[in-house]
């Protein structure tokens, strides 16, 4: 399941967030068509990096064509952290547990999943039926020379998780299991779905401009023999200037990951680019471009290259009421 399949070429498309007419358009511009309800392509597959869920105008029906893809074999995906929430907002917890849910019910988490819930108000079914297909969902894909996954590619803890689940998928035991971070199952899901981060420094919090006051801040998953703090932020809130050129200690050093120049090229979303589409290393791309905020839907053509192009990224420019593909 953790396997891509093989293909005259890949279209990887990055955090759509209910932007289904944005993701309609794209496609079509990639020379994906319409048969029978599904967009397919003579040679080609598309592969989404998750997060179709949450936040935008239309997540039913991006999930419905992105699903109707995948289950017709034009499309792979893998699991986003919208999804696994969405699981975690969903699924009770066992007996004995203090929670009633596996993601806590409060203000900020219903918040987050609002957009979708609301949107399948009259269609519980349905929702209920995504859920369980959001469980055959690989937490990473590896093909012939690149890989996929949401937010980070950590190559230990997946060696680890491949031994103990051959078939890519959460189980229901890592679900439960994954409540608990310092877990491995936590620390497996937080690492692969949201990425790396540091703790900072002295006590000190950032405000986010999404409203979240943090004390922690992401870093580069990539970056080769950084120093400072500033060489390893990566998100959408920088941090204060004073702390930009403070020196990486030697035992923060040590908690960073680094994806080294000579591995396979690999696809990430979930960062909140801005900007112009292009590769940050010649073996590293996020394809995730703000849809939802009005930025950009982003995929890069994939053709086997060894290392990545920046003419290769197609994109299409969300903006407000567009018309149906």
């Given at each position: 399941m953790s396997q891509v399949k093989e293909a005259g070429g890949y279209d990887i498309i990055?955090?759509?967030?209910?932007?289904?007419?944005?993701?309609?358009?794209?496609?079509?511009?990639?020379?994906?068509?319409?048969?029978?309800?599904?967009?397919?392509?003579?040679?080609?597959?598309?592969?989404?990096?998750?997060?179709i869920v949450d936040r935008g105008p239309r997540v039913r029906e991006a999930l419905h064509l992105v699903r109707g893809m995948?289950?017709?074999?034009?499309?792979?995906?893998t699991m986003g952290n919208h999804e696994y929430n969405?699981?975690?907002?969903?699924?009770?917890?066992?007996?004995?547990?203090?929670?009633?849910?596996?993601?806590?019910?409060?203000?900020?988490?219903?918040?987050?999943?609002?957009?979708?819930?609301?949107?399948?108000?009259?269609?519980?079914?349905?929702?209920?039926?995504?859920?369980?297909?959001f469980r055959t969902i690989p937490l990473f894909l590896e093909g012939q020379g690149f890989r996929v996954v949401h937010a980070c590619w950590d190559q230990t803890l997946?060696?680890?998780?491949?031994?103990?689940?051959?078939?890519?998928?959460?189980?229901?035991?890592?679900?439960?299991?994954?409540?608990?971070?310092?877990?491995?199952?936590?620390?497996?899901?937080?690492?692969?779905?949201?990425?790396?981060?540091?703790?900072?420094?002295?006590?000190?919090?950032?405000?986010?401009?999404?409203?979240?006051?943090?004390?922690?801040?992401?870093?580069?998953?990539?970056?080769i023999n950084p120093q400072t703090y500033g060489d390893v932020v990566f998100q959408p809130d920088g941090l204060p200037d004073d702390l930009m050129s403070r020196p990486l200690t030697s035992e923060e050093q040590s908690r960073l990951l680094t994806y080294e120049a000579h591995q396979p090229p690999v696809f990430v979303g979930h960062y909140w680019r801005s900007g112009?589409?292009?590769?940050?290393?010649?073996?590293?791309?996020?394809?995730?471009?703000?849809?939802?905020?009005?930025?950009?839907?982003?995929?890069?053509?994939?053709?086997?290259?060894k290392q990545l192009s920046d003419d290769k990224f197609v994109w299409i420019d969300v903006f407000k009421g567009m018309p149906e593909p």
């Open positions: 990055g955090d759509v967030h209910g932007c289904a007419r944005a993701l309609g358009t794209l496609l079509q511009n990639m020379g994906y068509r319409k048969h029978n309800g599904i967009y397919r392509h003579p040679s080609r597959i598309a592969i989404f990096v998750g997060d995948v289950e017709s074999g034009y499309a792979q995906m969405a699981l975690g907002y969903c699924t009770r917890a066992r007996p004995g547990s203090p929670r009633t849910f596996l993601r806590e019910h409060n203000a900020r988490h219903t918040r987050q999943i609002a957009e979708t819930l609301e949107q399948f108000e009259k269609y519980g079914r349905e929702w209920n039926d995504f859920l369980e297909w997946i060696d680890q998780f491949r031994e103990r689940h051959p078939d890519g998928l959460i189980s229901d035991d890592l679900l439960h299991s994954s409540v608990v971070r310092e877990s491995f199952a936590g620390h497996l899901l937080d690492r692969l779905l949201r990425g790396t981060d540091l703790p900072l420094p002295d006590g000190r919090s950032i405000h986010g401009r999404d409203g979240l006051v943090r004390s922690f801040f992401r870093t580069k998953f990539w970056e112009l589409p292009r590769a940050i290393r010649p073996n590293v791309a996020c394809l995730d471009y703000s849809a939802v905020k009005y930025g950009k839907l982003v995929a890069y053509r994939y053709d086997g290259e």
